[in-house]
């Protein structure tokens, strides 16, 4: 019988990813947890929200990602009223 995903396996997921120093270690977790496509659309998903940081439109986004519109109206969404894509651009941009 399969497993349920918890709580506590969601929770050490994060912790896993907090213990991660450095780009090429995370690069090494990421390609045995997700699929090359995964990471592609992840990918796209940061793209996107850097450039609706920088003000573009959402045709122009597209036209730059080629993400689905669901997608996009998503990480908008995110962009708008979230702190994650903020937080973490943000910090990124300024190292």
Known sequence: MPQKISEEMINDLYQLFASIDNAEDF????DDL?????IEQ????IAAA???MEGKT???????TNIS???LS???????RGDGYRKFLKESKEK
């Not at 690069?27 to 990421?30: A, E, G, I, K, S």
Request: overall charge positive; glycine content about 4%; some cysteine.
């Open 58 to 64: 959402y045709n122009q986004v597209i036209d730059a």
């Open 27 to 30: 690069r090494l977790l990421l």
């Open 34 to 38: 997700c699929t090359y496509k995964e």
């Open 74 to 80: 998503r990480v908008s969404r995110c962009v708008q």
């Open 50 to 52: 850097k450039l609706f």
């Open 69 to 71: 519109s669901a997608t």
């Open 42 to 45: 992840m990918a796209g998903r």
